[in-house]
């Protein structure tokens, strides 16, 4: 999958879409997650794969409610679904099909696939009852020390891969269970991948990263995030510091979405988000699987 020549279209959409963008639209993201979910490109306009609940399912690679209504008719069915669909895609398309003769269409969106979209201002302070929690984390760690931020380069691999494999071993993990297969693949051109990285360090220790990447001239995606157990205020520490690093103009955070994983759930919903972003499939009413 050449990821790069789908970039372009992808950024399109995304900084159109601004805020209400899902977190999937960014084609180096799809690259490095390919074995997984099987991304590939057919036709020229279709990014096609499987969700992670096994559907196949495919992303127009232009802005989807101005497809002519047959080649999307056409990929409805060929795949389970169209997805992932923004609010105002869905909103536009409902409108243009509300009236035409087409086969009856089916929309779902699920819980488990919406983005935790967050005002990076909270970040900074933890302001509120809702994330006192979250403050008090930070405010212990600072107290006993504060973690020296660096940002990630090639001479670091060796530290972000110590801490993936701390990570893994604390959370039980085996290889192949988790994430880390695009994670090191990720490492080694970051530049290519438009990912932003920070390493924290504690007397030379690592004991966290995060990886960010760029969506919207607006929204920051947080794609790949690992801290040490044994620090529970790392991970406030370190959104923090990425909040406090991006740009004026970045208003939001996406922490993408949780896949129905009950740990992934709650530690997102601890960081108070303001939105969760619904991604809606669309399928043909009479032919796709039942949706759960």
């Known amino acids: 999958m050449a990821f790069e020549s789908a970039q372009p279209a992808l950024r399109a959409m995304a900084s159109d879409l601004g805020a209400d963008c899902p977190s999937d639209l960014h084609a180096a993201n799809l690259f490095l997650f390919?074995?997984?979910?099987?991304?590939?490109?057919?036709a020229g306009q279709w990014l096609c794969g499987k969700?992670?609940?096994?559907?196949?399912?495919?992303?127009?690679?232009?802005?989807?409610?101005?497809?002519?209504?047959?080649?999307?008719?056409?990929?409805?069915?060929?795949?389970?679904?169209?997805?992932?669909?923004?609010?105002?895609?869905?909103?536009?398309?409902?409108?243009?099909?509300k009236h035409a003769d087409c086969p009856a269409l089916s929309w779902h969106t699920n819980p488990d696939d919406a983005d935790y979209l967050y005002w990076r201002e909270q970040f900074i302070d933890y302001r509120g009852p809702k994330l006192r929690k979250r403050r008090a984390q930070m405010m212990q760690l600072l107290a006993f020390?504060?973690?020296?931020?660096?940002?990630?380069?090639?001479?670091?691999?060796?530290?972000?891969?110590?801490?993936?494999?701390?990570?893994?071993?604390?959370?039980?993990k085996r290889s192949g269970e988790a994430d880390e297969e695009a994670l090191i693949e990720a490492l080694e051109d970051l530049d290519r991948y438009e990912l932003n990285g920070t390493l924290f360090s504690i007397k030379k220790q690592p004991i966290g990263f995060v990886m960010s990447q760029r969506l919207s001239p607006a929204v920051e995606v947080v794609r790949f995030a690992k801290g040490d157990d044994d620090f529970p205020g790392i991970y406030p520490y370190m959104f923090h510091d990425?909040?406090?690093?991006?740009?004026?103009?970045?208003?939001?955070?996406?922490?993408?979405?949780?896949m129905g994983l009950a740990n992934f759930r709650q530690?997102?919903?601890?960081?108070?988000?303001?939105?969760?972003?619904?991604?809606?499939r669309l399928r043909l009413a009479d032919r796709a699987p039942a949706m759960r």
């Open 34 to 42: 390919r074995r997984a979910h099987d991304y590939r490109i057919e």
């Open 51 to 97: 969700t992670y609940d096994g559907q196949s399912h495919a992303m127009a690679m232009r802005d989807l409610p101005g497809l002519e209504p047959d080649r999307l008719i056409k990929a409805l069915e060929q795949y389970d679904c169209l997805y992932p669909i923004p609010d105002p895609w869905r909103i536009d398309l409902q409108q243009r099909f």
């Open 145 to 172: 020390q504060t973690p020296t931020a660096s940002p990630i380069d090639s001479s670091d691999r060796s530290l972000v891969l110590q801490t993936i494999d701390r990570w893994m071993q604390q959370k039980g």
């Open 242 to 258: 990425l909040a406090r690093r991006l740009p004026r103009q970045v208003r939001w955070l996406n922490f993408e979405q949780d």
């Open 267 to 280: 530690a997102k919903r601890s960081y108070s988000p303001c939105s969760l972003l619904k991604k809606w």
